[in-house]
C-alpha cells in the first residue's frame, strides 16, 4: 500500500476503534473518496460487537486542516453534501466519539470533530471555521452543531472570520473538552477510552440520544433496562467490590431486539 494516498486508516483493540485520517501531501485534507468512505466504515464499526468507543484523529501532527480544495472545482463531486453526509454518520454512531486533535483542525476538519461526542486536543491546536475565505455558506446542520457547542457569538465569530483559534479560546468556548500538555494526548485518549469501555454500553447509548434531543423513548430505554441484566449486574458489582460485567449491546441496523452476551 502506498502510505501516502489519501485514506481512512482504522483498527480495532482492546474495544477501541480508531480511525485515521491521512493525507499527509495535504495535512490530512479530505478528499471526495475519504468523504464517501467514512459513513461506510462507520457502519462497519458500528455493527462489530468488538467496539465500544471510537476513536477519530489524525495522522502526524495534523487532525485535518479540512477538504481538499481541488475537489471545489468539480461540482460532480458536491463536496458539500459529501462532508453533510459524513459528519451526520459519525455524529449518529451509536457508541461513545471522542476526537483527538492536534495540529490543524479546520473548515472539515472542524466539522468531523464537532460531530464527535467528546474534543481532546494537544496544546498547540488550531481550530477554524472557513467557509467565509471560500464564499462557501455553511451548511444549517453544522452550524446549528457548532451553536450548540460554542453558544452564537463564538460560532458567529468563527463563521464570519474564518480565523483560528488556540486551544484556550476552544476550551473557554466549549469546542474542545479537555487541553493536554504536548505528549500526554495519547495516554489520556487512551486512558479515557478504556474507562468508557468499561461502563454500560446501555447508559452510554440512552444518555447520547437522550442528550441529542431525543424525548419520545423513554419508555424504549427503561424497557431495556429492565431486560438488560445490566443494572443487576452493576449494583451487585459495587457490593462485591469488583469490575462489572455489563452484557448488553445496542442492536445492529435492521436487526431485531437488543442483544446481551452470555
Known amino acids: 500500500m502506498d502510505r501516502t494516498e489519501p485514506r481512512l486508516e482504522h483498527a480495532v483493540a482492546d474495544g477501541v476503534a480508531t480511525v485515521v485520517i491521512s493525507n499527509p501531501a495535504k495535512r490530512n485534507a479530505m478528499t471526495a473518496a475519504m468523504w464517501r468512505a467514512l459513513p461506510v466504515l462507520l457502519a462497519e464499526l458500528a455493527a462489530d460487537p468488538a467496539v465500544g468507543v471510537l476513536v477519530l484523529t489524525g495522522a502526524g501532527d495534523t487532525f485535518c486542516a479540512g477538504a481538499d480544495i481541488s475537489s471545489l472545482r468539480d461540482p460532480a463531486h458536491d463536496p458539500q453534501g459529501l462532508a453533510v453526509a459524513a459528519e451526520e454518520a459519525l455524529a449518529a454512531f451509536p457508541l461513545p466519539t471522542l476526537a483527538a486533535v492536534r495540529g490543524y483542525c479546520v473548515g472539515g476538519g472542524s466539522q468531523l ?15 477554524g471555521v472557513t467557509p467565509a475565505k471560500l464564499g462557501i455558506v455553511y451548511p444549517s446542520s453544522s452550524t ?51 474507562t468508557l469501555v468499561s461502563r454500560s454500553r446501555l447508559t452510554q447509548a440512552a444518555a447520547k440520544e437522550f442528550a441529542a434531543g431525543r424525548t419520545d423513548r423513554d419508555g424504549h430505554w427503561a ?7 445490566d ?32
Do not use: M
Open 113 to 127: 470533530a464537532a460531530a464527535c461526542d467528546l474534543r481532546f486536543a494537544a496544546e498547540g491546536a488550531l481550530f
Open 223 to 229: 424497557a431495556q433496562a429492565r431486560g438488560s441484566g
Open 144 to 194: 446549528r452543531r457548532l451553536v450548540a457547542l460554542t453558544g452564537p457569538a463564538t460560532a458567529k465569530h468563527l463563521l464570519f472570520s474564518g480565523e483560528l483559534i488556540d486551544t484556550g479560546r476552544a476550551l473557554r468556548t466549549g469546542l474542545v473538552d479537555e487541553v493536554l500538555p504536548a505528549g500526554g494526548l495519547d495516554e489520556r485518549v487512551t486512558a479515557y477510552a478504556r
Open 231 to 262: 443494572t443487576a449486574e452493576g449494583v451487585a458489582a459495587f457490593l462485591e467490590r469488583r469490575a462489572p460485567r455489563f452484557t448488553w449491546r445496542a442492536q445492529a441496523p435492521g436487526a431485531g431486539a437488543a442483544v446481551t452476551e452470555g
